[in-house]
Protein backbone atom coordinates (compact mmCIF):
# COMPACT_ATOMS: atom_id res chain seq x y z
CA UNK A 1 0.00 0.00 0.00
CA UNK A 2 1.33 3.27 -1.12
CA UNK A 3 0.96 6.10 1.24
CA UNK A 4 2.12 10.12 1.23
CA UNK A 5 2.72 11.79 4.05
CA UNK A 6 2.03 15.68 4.41
CA UNK A 7 3.99 17.01 7.38
CA UNK A 8 5.93 20.46 7.58
CA UNK A 9 7.89 19.72 10.60
CA UNK A 10 10.82 17.87 9.68
CA UNK A 11 11.38 16.14 12.85
CA UNK A 12 7.69 15.24 13.35
CA UNK A 13 7.62 14.08 9.15
CA UNK A 14 10.40 11.62 9.79
CA UNK A 15 8.80 10.19 12.77
CA UNK A 16 5.64 9.38 10.86
CA UNK A 17 8.19 7.60 8.20
CA UNK A 18 9.32 5.36 10.91
CA UNK A 19 6.18 5.05 13.12
CA UNK A 20 3.88 4.02 10.15
CA UNK A 21 6.44 0.80 9.22
CA UNK A 22 7.40 0.32 12.84
CA UNK A 23 5.08 -3.17 13.21
CA UNK A 24 5.64 -4.03 9.77
CA UNK A 25 8.41 -3.19 8.10
CA UNK A 26 9.04 -2.64 4.03
CA UNK A 27 5.34 -3.65 4.33
CA UNK A 28 4.19 0.29 3.34
CA UNK A 29 5.39 2.60 0.15
CA UNK A 30 5.87 6.19 1.94
CA UNK A 31 6.54 9.48 0.45
CA UNK A 32 6.82 12.91 2.27
CA UNK A 33 5.81 16.36 1.75
CA UNK A 34 6.50 19.60 3.59
CA UNK A 35 3.46 21.37 2.13
CA UNK A 36 -0.08 21.13 0.59
CA UNK A 37 1.40 22.90 -2.17
CA UNK A 38 4.01 20.10 -3.15
CA UNK A 39 0.97 17.41 -3.30
CA UNK A 40 -1.35 19.51 -5.60
CA UNK A 41 1.74 20.16 -8.11
CA UNK A 42 2.83 16.03 -7.71
CA UNK A 43 -0.62 15.13 -8.34
CA UNK A 44 -0.73 17.78 -11.55
CA UNK A 45 2.77 16.48 -12.44
CA UNK A 46 1.38 12.79 -12.44
CA UNK A 47 5.54 12.15 -12.14
CA UNK A 48 4.53 9.64 -9.41
CA UNK A 49 2.32 6.97 -8.90
CA UNK A 50 -0.64 7.85 -7.05
CA UNK A 51 -1.04 6.91 -3.39
CA UNK A 52 -4.16 4.97 -1.98
CA UNK A 53 -3.79 6.51 2.15
CA UNK A 54 -3.07 10.34 2.74
CA UNK A 55 -1.32 11.10 6.14
CA UNK A 56 -2.28 14.55 6.52
CA UNK A 57 -1.38 17.21 9.40
CA UNK A 58 -4.58 20.14 9.68
CA UNK A 59 -2.07 22.98 10.20
CA UNK A 60 -0.24 23.27 7.13
CA UNK A 61 1.68 26.35 6.40
CA UNK A 62 0.23 28.32 3.60
CA UNK A 63 -2.78 26.03 2.23
CA UNK A 64 -4.11 23.96 5.04
CA UNK A 65 -4.58 20.37 5.77
CA UNK A 66 -8.38 21.18 5.57
CA UNK A 67 -8.65 22.99 2.39
CA UNK A 68 -5.88 20.00 0.95
CA UNK A 69 -7.97 17.68 1.61
CA UNK A 70 -11.32 19.19 -0.38
CA UNK A 71 -8.30 19.82 -3.23
CA UNK A 72 -7.74 15.98 -2.95
CA UNK A 73 -11.19 15.02 -3.39
CA UNK A 74 -11.80 17.54 -6.09
CA UNK A 75 -8.67 15.97 -8.13
CA UNK A 76 -10.16 11.94 -7.95
CA UNK A 77 -14.17 13.64 -8.74
CA UNK A 78 -14.14 12.68 -12.64
CA UNK A 79 -14.24 8.87 -11.36
CA UNK A 80 -11.26 7.74 -13.29
CA UNK A 81 -9.66 6.96 -10.37
CA UNK A 82 -9.74 4.41 -6.98
CA UNK A 83 -11.05 7.02 -4.59
CA UNK A 84 -8.02 7.33 -1.65
CA UNK A 85 -8.01 7.09 2.34
CA UNK A 86 -7.29 10.33 3.83
CA UNK A 87 -6.61 10.43 7.52
CA UNK A 88 -5.70 13.86 8.99
CA UNK A 89 -3.45 14.18 11.62
CA UNK A 90 -4.83 16.81 14.33
CA UNK A 91 -4.19 18.67 17.79
CA UNK A 92 -7.54 19.66 18.05
CA UNK A 93 -9.93 16.42 18.66
CA UNK A 94 -13.16 19.06 19.23
CA UNK A 95 -16.54 17.96 17.33
CA UNK A 96 -16.84 20.93 15.56
CA UNK A 97 -13.11 20.35 13.85
CA UNK A 98 -13.90 16.63 13.17
CA UNK A 99 -17.00 17.52 11.50
CA UNK A 100 -15.38 19.91 9.70
CA UNK A 101 -13.02 17.43 8.54
CA UNK A 102 -15.49 14.82 7.78
CA UNK A 103 -17.10 17.21 5.72
CA UNK A 104 -13.94 17.73 3.43
CA UNK A 105 -14.19 14.69 2.46
CA UNK A 106 -11.95 12.55 5.29
CA UNK A 107 -12.12 9.23 6.09
CA UNK A 108 -10.36 9.36 9.51
CA UNK A 109 -8.48 11.24 11.73
CA UNK A 110 -5.91 10.60 14.95
CA UNK A 111 -4.56 12.81 17.74
CA UNK A 112 -1.31 14.31 18.70
CA UNK A 113 1.09 13.33 19.90
CA UNK A 114 1.16 10.03 17.60
CA UNK A 115 0.68 6.65 19.28
CA UNK A 116 2.24 4.22 17.06
CA UNK A 117 -0.35 1.27 17.70
CA UNK A 118 -3.10 3.69 17.25
CA UNK A 119 -1.47 4.68 13.83
CA UNK A 120 -1.08 0.85 12.92
CA UNK A 121 -4.54 0.14 13.69
CA UNK A 122 -6.01 2.96 11.55
CA UNK A 123 -3.85 2.08 8.68
CA UNK A 124 -4.76 -1.57 8.89
CA UNK A 125 -8.54 -0.77 9.13
CA UNK A 126 -7.74 2.14 5.98
CA UNK A 127 -5.76 -1.10 4.41
CA UNK A 128 -8.91 -3.31 4.66
CA UNK A 129 -11.49 -1.17 3.58
CA UNK A 130 -9.45 -0.14 0.50
CA UNK A 131 -8.93 -3.90 -0.43
CA UNK A 132 -13.02 -4.69 -0.08
CA UNK A 133 -13.59 -1.38 -2.22
CA UNK A 134 -11.29 -2.87 -4.99
CA UNK A 135 -12.66 -6.04 -4.99
CA UNK A 136 -15.87 -4.22 -5.58
CA UNK A 137 -14.38 -2.55 -8.25
CA UNK A 138 -12.94 -5.17 -9.92
CA UNK A 139 -15.53 -7.48 -9.94
CA UNK A 140 -17.91 -4.65 -11.06
CA UNK A 141 -15.77 -3.82 -14.09
CA UNK A 142 -15.45 -7.72 -14.92
CA UNK A 143 -19.73 -8.07 -14.85
CA UNK A 144 -19.99 -5.05 -16.85
CA UNK A 145 -17.19 -6.51 -19.42
CA UNK A 146 -19.22 -9.90 -19.42
CA UNK A 147 -22.69 -7.76 -20.17
CA UNK A 148 -21.43 -6.27 -22.96
CA UNK A 149 -19.75 -9.04 -24.79
CA UNK A 150 -23.22 -10.94 -24.31
CA UNK A 151 -24.77 -7.72 -26.05
CA UNK A 152 -22.81 -7.35 -28.81
CA UNK A 153 -23.31 -11.36 -29.27
CA UNK A 154 -26.76 -10.99 -29.22
CA UNK A 155 -27.30 -7.71 -31.03
CA UNK A 156 -24.45 -9.26 -33.86
CA UNK A 157 -25.67 -12.96 -34.03
CA UNK A 158 -27.04 -14.24 -37.55
CA UNK A 159 -30.23 -15.61 -36.17
CA UNK A 160 -32.92 -13.65 -35.68
CA UNK A 161 -33.41 -13.46 -31.80
CA UNK A 162 -35.46 -10.96 -29.69
CA UNK A 163 -36.43 -10.40 -25.98
CA UNK A 164 -40.00 -10.11 -25.08
CA UNK A 165 -41.71 -9.33 -21.38
CA UNK A 166 -43.84 -11.92 -20.02
CA UNK A 167 -46.81 -9.69 -19.92
CA UNK A 168 -50.87 -11.04 -18.86
CA UNK A 169 -52.54 -14.04 -20.20
CA UNK A 170 -54.53 -11.77 -23.07
CA UNK A 171 -51.41 -10.22 -23.71
CA UNK A 172 -48.81 -12.21 -22.53
CA UNK A 173 -46.05 -11.98 -25.13
CA UNK A 174 -44.41 -7.83 -25.65
CA UNK A 175 -41.41 -7.32 -27.60
CA UNK A 176 -38.64 -5.52 -26.41
CA UNK A 177 -35.68 -5.72 -27.90
CA UNK A 178 -34.97 -6.96 -31.41
CA UNK A 179 -31.45 -7.91 -32.39
CA UNK A 180 -29.87 -6.92 -36.08
CA UNK A 181 -30.83 -10.68 -37.66
CA UNK A 182 -34.63 -10.00 -36.30
CA UNK A 183 -34.69 -6.68 -38.20
CA UNK A 184 -32.94 -7.97 -41.59
CA UNK A 185 -35.08 -11.21 -41.61
CA UNK A 186 -38.41 -8.67 -41.85
CA UNK A 187 -37.04 -5.77 -43.51
CA UNK A 188 -35.78 -8.25 -46.65
CA UNK A 189 -36.46 -7.43 -50.00
CA UNK A 190 -38.31 -10.84 -50.11
CA UNK A 191 -40.73 -9.46 -47.76
CA UNK A 192 -40.79 -5.36 -47.97
CA UNK A 193 -43.27 -4.20 -45.85
CA UNK A 194 -43.12 -6.13 -43.29
CA UNK A 195 -42.65 -4.54 -39.69
CA UNK A 196 -41.66 -5.76 -36.21
CA UNK A 197 -44.96 -4.73 -34.93
CA UNK A 198 -46.68 -7.36 -36.51
CA UNK A 199 -44.59 -10.07 -35.01
CA UNK A 200 -46.96 -9.26 -32.18
CA UNK A 201 -50.22 -9.85 -33.61
CA UNK A 202 -49.51 -12.96 -31.64
CA UNK A 203 -52.26 -16.11 -32.93
CA UNK A 204 -54.65 -16.57 -30.24
CA UNK A 205 -54.24 -20.01 -29.42
CA UNK A 206 -50.68 -19.87 -30.06
CA UNK A 207 -50.65 -17.11 -26.76
CA UNK A 208 -52.53 -19.41 -24.70
CA UNK A 209 -50.44 -22.33 -25.01
CA UNK A 210 -47.19 -20.08 -24.54
CA UNK A 211 -48.90 -18.60 -21.29
CA UNK A 212 -49.97 -22.34 -20.36
CA UNK A 213 -46.86 -23.70 -20.76
CA UNK A 214 -44.85 -20.60 -18.42
CA UNK A 215 -47.52 -20.33 -16.05
CA UNK A 216 -46.93 -24.08 -15.81
CA UNK A 217 -43.29 -23.39 -14.45
CA UNK A 218 -41.93 -25.08 -17.92
CA UNK A 219 -38.59 -23.14 -18.10
CA UNK A 220 -38.46 -23.65 -22.07
CA UNK A 221 -41.39 -23.06 -24.81
CA UNK A 222 -41.12 -24.54 -28.00
CA UNK A 223 -43.26 -24.64 -30.91
CA UNK A 224 -43.99 -22.84 -34.63
CA UNK A 225 -44.41 -19.56 -34.43
CA UNK A 226 -48.37 -18.29 -35.31
CA UNK A 227 -49.10 -14.79 -35.70
CA UNK A 228 -52.55 -13.27 -37.21
CA UNK A 229 -49.96 -11.87 -40.06
CA UNK A 230 -50.11 -14.54 -43.31
CA UNK A 231 -46.89 -12.76 -44.50
CA UNK A 232 -44.90 -13.83 -41.11
CA UNK A 233 -46.62 -17.01 -40.91
CA UNK A 234 -45.20 -17.87 -44.72
CA UNK A 235 -41.87 -17.79 -43.01
CA UNK A 236 -42.57 -20.80 -41.18
CA UNK A 237 -40.42 -20.23 -38.30
CA UNK A 238 -39.75 -22.27 -35.04
CA UNK A 239 -39.43 -20.34 -31.64
CA UNK A 240 -38.13 -21.31 -28.67
CA UNK A 241 -38.81 -19.17 -25.26
CA UNK A 242 -35.93 -19.43 -22.56
CA UNK A 243 -35.85 -17.54 -19.35
CA UNK A 244 -33.25 -14.78 -18.58
CA UNK A 245 -34.40 -13.27 -15.66
CA UNK A 246 -36.70 -14.80 -12.83
CA UNK A 247 -38.34 -13.03 -9.53
CA UNK A 248 -39.53 -14.86 -6.80
CA UNK A 249 -43.15 -14.77 -7.57
CA UNK A 250 -43.26 -15.59 -11.46
CA UNK A 251 -40.83 -15.17 -14.22
CA UNK A 252 -40.19 -11.91 -15.48
CA UNK A 253 -38.35 -11.79 -18.87
CA UNK A 254 -37.53 -14.65 -21.43
CA UNK A 255 -34.69 -14.57 -24.62
CA UNK A 256 -36.95 -15.43 -27.60
CA UNK A 257 -34.97 -17.38 -30.50
CA UNK A 258 -36.74 -17.42 -33.61
CA UNK A 259 -34.71 -19.47 -36.92
CA UNK A 260 -36.46 -19.78 -40.18
CA UNK A 261 -36.94 -23.37 -41.45
CA UNK A 262 -34.70 -24.74 -44.23
Not at 168 to 192: C, I, R, V, W
Not at 230 to 245: K, R
Amino acid sequence: MKIWIVEDNTPTRMLMRTLVNSAAPGKYDCSDFSSAEDVIKALQEGTRSKPQVYLVDLNLPGMSGFDLCQQIRMHYSDGSDFLPYIIICTADSSSEVLTQLLGAGANDYFVKPVHAKMLQIRLQVAEQLITQAQYKAATQASSEYLNSLVTYAVTNAPVPMAVVEIGTADKPLQLAFANTGMQHLFYSEAHAGTSLAELQSWNAEFTSGVWISLSRGEQVFQGPLVTDSPELNSFNLNLSIYPVATEESSPTHYLVIEEARV
